[in-house]
């Protein structure tokens, strides 16, 4: 890939972004790219050592806010017409359902994702209590002599401590999965907002 | 090493490798990489989130007939790398206790 291509397919990855953004980040990665190539390298592995554009795109947008991206995409490139506004305010009671919907069912997702990860924490600790008690009980049950009591409470409390731990490891992995992927539904919703679309090149 | 420590490391890093003086990205890269690994990409934005937080200031100079953006470290810069050292006699104190009891323990 020549050092064009790349900043083309850059430019294209990040085309949402506010035109100073756009412009910051080509200049540096054009720089990266002659300051490589002036160190002896050829162009094409100047290109590649800067890395694949995917992950260049990833780490430009790591670091800016998605309420940033949305606002620079919905921002109107021109002055509206006198009809324009007419009909965003005719169809505000349908283009303000349909925004709302879109939040809503956003909040839903995230709402079940860690809605998952308090119910695995909640059965955690509740298994832990369970089995805290029966060893209490067990306890009791052997100084005031009922034996076979002792015993079932005490079968109760292992099962609960082995499905506490079983839980905990539980719980971690599917906070970092839910993390992870709270990550990546951010980082797809960036690339689509930053990505092409939206203006001209 | 965790995501966030390894970020507050790199940026005092970046710092360290222009507080001798000016330098441009290439040359940061060069220097930093005989001790940490770290690419273009990584260091973007580390740059931009120095810059935003006023540790270092940014210009730009003439060289072999194009533009090179050269990165100055401030004053704000110089005390992050001070209070870094503090932070990390700190770490260290907490890494020699962890280290004294779980010898311990052995």
């Known amino acids: 890939m020549t050092k064009a291509e790349f900043l083309a397919e850059l430019r294209r990855g990040i085309i949402g972004l506010p035109d100073e953004d756009i412009n910051r980040s080509l200049e540096y990665y054009s720089e990266m790219i002659d300051d490589r190539i002036e160190d002896g390298t050829s162009e094409e592995e100047a290109v590649a050592a800067v890395g694949a554009v995917g992950d260049n795109v990833a780490h430009i947008l790591a670091d800016i806010p998605l309420s940033h991206i949305v606002k620079e995409k919905i921002k109107p490139k021109r002055a509206l017409r006198a009809w324009e506004i007419a009909l965003i305010i005719v169809c505000f009671p349908v283009w303000f359902t349909v925004m709302i919907a879109i939040i809503s069912s956003a909040l839903a997702v995230l709402a079940v994702l860690w809605g998952a990860v308090v119910l695995i924490y909640a059965l955690t600790i509740s298994f832990c209590a369970l089995s805290l008690a029966c060893i209490a009980q067990t306890f009791i049950n052997v100084f005031t002599g009922y034996y076979i009591g002792a015993a079932l409470f005490f079968g109760i409390g292992l099962g609960s401590a082995g499905l506490t731990i079983i839980l905990s490891i539980l719980s971690v992995h599917i906070t970092r999965a839910v993390v992870g992927l709270f990550k990546n539904i951010l980082l797809g919703c960036k690339k689509r907002f930053a990505g092409n679309g939206g203006k001209n090149d | ?106």
């Not at chain 2, 970046?14 to 990409?41: C, F, H, N, R, T």
């Not at chain 2, 730009?60 to 001070?82: F, M, P």
């Open chain 2, 1 to 106: 090493m965790d995501i966030q420590l390894k970020r507050g490391f790199l940026d005092v890093c970046v710092l360290a490798a222009i507080k001798k003086g000016p330098s441009y990205g290439y040359q940061i890269i060069k220097d930093m990489s005989e001790y940490v690994d770290i690419s273009e990409s990584t260091l973007y934005p580390i740059l931009r989130r120095l810059e935003s937080a006023q540790f270092l200031t940014v210009s730009s100079a003439e060289h072999n007939g194009r533009l090179r953006k050269y990165y100055t470290i401030t004053k704000t810069g110089i005390d992050r790398i001070n209070t870094f050292f503090e932070d990390w006699r700190e770490l260290v104190s907490m890494y020699e206790y962890v280290k004294k009891e779980a010898d311990t323990n052995d």
